[in-house]
């Protein structure tokens, strides 16, 4: 590449990042923000910051003044960890169910497979927010209204299509020899996919969980449906039903604070998960 | 390779839980929205009777519906090809080594990685502010050219479709990258002797290679964009009045209680659905691609 060509490519770089970040800038210079320079202020930076609209969240007590008006606490810590036990249930019971699934369809190959894998992958497509109301007399059928796992359950089977593809892909890809070099030093199938198959595709599977946290993150009306107790919700269930006119500052601050972890999360795993990928691409996906 | 029973067996149990669970979330739904469409449930009578095709003829009299299936349909177009327009670009832009490209990388990444269930939240609050803060003004202007030129209520939905982008652009360039990758160096190479200009080879060898995974990032775009506009929707409590097929059907069965037609609506979108999934199936599943 020639110097000029290399430059230009820099410039264009920086320009996505800039144009990637931007909200996510706007949003955090917001928060930081006193009521006074919320108003008066720039838009663009912020002059004298606070962490008031952070601290918030974190307040103890069951109300507190914000101006004239008297609001709720926020179980901020409560809603994170509830969001957490969700993720954590919704990406295990994901990979529990998709990963058999993906080995009897790219390796076992039963009767009719090519159409097994193309039902469950159009499943996805479904919106669920049109099987709203039915999925909600489910849940209240199953008594699991107010509870997480009808949230863990429905997250994860909108995640699995994708999921088993993924890995059902990759292991479709797998030179045969490595599988059957195991058989015929006298291990089983399941045998040999645990300890040969399953570790190889470690990077499909961080690709399958981290999608799978995309796809949790995502939902912002199940869980505020589903979830009314205060102290039972989620971050986006909780920060969904605050009084938004008066403090959209301090929602605004939730959402940075809720989204720090896993965008921590996401950084650590983002190599494993574009070569989980493209492991996945090789040879036609 | 021999196929046994014994073989088949096992891959069916295998399969079990995933299908259970699909099953468990989803066939008592669907089976409730057909049912319902050929009936008069609703809360302002009483029981529910067998109406045949009522409700869809209805629902196909009512030039509401064909307002909201052709805002749906620009909405899906636009966002769609927005997103494979940008994530494209910025695929390529990754694919090319530089000093720079980890960083930039992670900056990419960071839209998608960012919940967007609650994100899409501030994202809405910023561009509509509620109450008069230090942008306003602009805020107000926009949202006044936009409003005047498509409607009451459209730049509360553009907002929600630029969120949509952002987010969704950020997914499918991670997504190309790594299909990028997955293609093998040297048919590029051959391609940079064979073509005159860098926007022939980009026609003629890098979209066709990609096909495959940009047929994938259409279908999976589909549902992200569903998702966001019904966050917001249910987040303002309906304030985006311009209807969408899917929350019109929202508000038909849970503010106003007419099941039956709710049903319908909701269920006017699949055969444009099938449709989709023939075509994309055709483009990244191609029957005899693969020796079994």
Redesign the interface.
């Known amino acids: 590449?020639s110097v000029r060509g290399?430059w230009r490519?820099?410039l264009?770089?920086?320009v996505?990042?800039l144009y990637?970040?931007f909200?996510?800038y706007?949003?955090t210079v917001?928060s930081l923000k006193t009521p006074e320079?919320?108003?008066?202020?720039?838009?663009l930076w912020v002059a004298d910051p606070t962490f008031e609209n952070y601290t918030e969240l974190f307040e103890s007590g069951e109300a507190r003044v914000r101006g004239y008006a008297i609001l709720p606490k926020v179980p901020f810590v409560i809603w994170l960890a509830n969001s957490a036990v969700v993720l954590a249930a919704s990406v295990v019971?994901t990979l529990?169910?998709?990963v058999?699934?993906a080995?009897?369809?790219g390796r076992?190959?039963?009767?009719g497979?090519?159409w097994?894998?193309?039902v469950?992958f159009?499943?996805?497509?479904?919106?669920?927010?049109?099987?709203?109301?039915?999925?909600y007399?489910?849940v209240l059928a199953f008594g699991l209204d107010d509870s997480p796992a009808a949230l863990v359950?429905?997250y994860?089977?909108?995640a699995?299509?994708?999921c088993?593809w993924l890995l059902s892909a990759y292991y479709?890809n797998l030179p045969?020899e490595i599988e059957e070099s195991a058989l015929v030093e006298g291990a089983t199938?399941?045998g040999a996919f645990r300890r040969i198959m399953l570790p190889m595709s470690r990077n499909v599977l961080v690709a399958s969980g981290l999608f799978t946290l995309?796809t949790v993150?995502?939902?912002?009306?199940l869980?505020?449906?589903f979830l009314l107790d205060r102290y039972k919700q989620t971050?986006?269930a909780g920060?969904?039903v605050m009084d938004?006119?008066l403090e959209?500052l301090v929602?605004?601050a939730?959402?940075n604070m809720?989204?720090i972890p896993?965008?921590i999360l996401?950084?650590l795993f983002?190599r494993g998960?574009?070569?989980g990928?493209?492991a996945a691409?090789?040879e036609?996906? | 390779?021999k196929?046994g029973v014994a073989?088949?067996r096992?891959?069916?149990?295998?399969?079990a839980?995933?299908?259970v669970?699909?099953i468990?979330?989803?066939a008592?739904?669907?089976a409730?929205?057909v049912w319902?469409s050929f009936t008069n449930f609703s809360v302002r009578s009483e029981g529910r009777a067998f109406v045949g095709l009522a409700n869809y003829r209805a629902m196909l009299g009512d030039p509401l519906f064909w307002w909201a299936l052709a805002v749906t349909i620009v909405y899906f177009l636009v966002t769609t090809t927005a997103k494979l327009a940008l994530g494209l670009?910025?695929a390529l832009?990754?694919a090319?080594p530089?000093r720079?490209?980890a960083?930039?990388?992670?900056?990419?990444?960071?839209?998608?990685?960012?919940?967007?269930?609650?994100?899409?939240?501030?994202?809405y609050?910023?561009l509509n502010?509620?109450?008069?803060?230090?942008?306003s003004l602009?805020a107000g202007t926009l949202k006044h050219a936009v409003d005047s030129t498509l409607g009451p209520g459209a730049w509360a939905f553009v907002s929600v479709a630029l969120f949509n982008v952002?987010r969704g652009g950020?997914?499918t360039a991670?997504?190309l990258?790594?299909?990028l990758?997955?293609i093998p160096t040297e048919l590029f190479d051959y391609a940079a002797l064979e073509t005159r200009s860098a926007w022939q080879r980009l026609r003629h060898v890098t979209v066709p290679l990609l096909r495959?995974?940009l047929a994938?990032a259409v279908?999976?775009s589909?549902?992200?964009a569903?998702?966001?506009l019904?966050?917001v929707?249910?987040?303002t409590g309906g304030r985006i009045v311009f209807p969408v097929i899917?929350t019109y059907?929202?508000w038909l069965?849970?503010r106003q209680g007419q099941?039956g037609e709710?049903a319908a609506w909701?269920?006017s979108?699949v055969p444009l659905?099938a449709l989709?999934?023939l075509v994309l199936?055709r483009w990244?599943?191609p029957?005899a691609?693969?020796p079994?």
């Not at chain 2, 096992?10 to 399969?15: D, E």
């Not at chain 2, 502010?129 to 942008?135: D, E, G, K, N, R």
């Open positions: 590449m290399r490519h820099a264009l770089l920086s996505i990042a990637s970040l909200p996510i706007f949003i917001q320079e919320d108003v008066f202020g720039s838009p019971l529990a169910c998709a058999p699934a080995y009897a369809l076992l190959r039963p009767p497979w090519r097994w894998r193309r469950l159009a499943t996805y497509v479904i919106p669920q927010t049109i099987l709203f109301i039915p999925m007399q489910v359950v429905i994860s089977a909108m699995l299509p994708f088993v479709a045969r199938r399941l995309g993150g995502q939902d912002f009306m869980a505020s449906v971050v986006a920060l969904g938004v006119s959209e929602a605004v939730g959402v809720a989204a896993v965008v996401c950084a983002a998960y574009v070569r990928l493209t691409m090789l036609g996906a | 390779m196929r073989d088949t096992l891959a069916y149990g295998l399969m839980p995933a299908l669970l699909i468990a979330v989803m008592y739904p669907v409730w929205e319902t670009g910025m832009l990754l090319r530089s720079l490209r960083l930039v990388f992670l900056a990419v990444f960071l839209p998608w990685a960012y919940p967007g269930g609650v994100t899409v939240v501030a994202w609050w910023m502010p509620p109450l008069i803060t230090s942008y602009v952002w950020s997914f991670v997504f990258l790594a299909g990758n997955a495959p995974f994938l279908f999976l589909f549902t992200g569903f998702a966001d019904a966050n929707w249910m987040l899917g059907a929202y069965g849970i099941f709710a909701s269920l979108l659905l989709a999934l199936f990244f599943d029957p691609e693969r079994a």
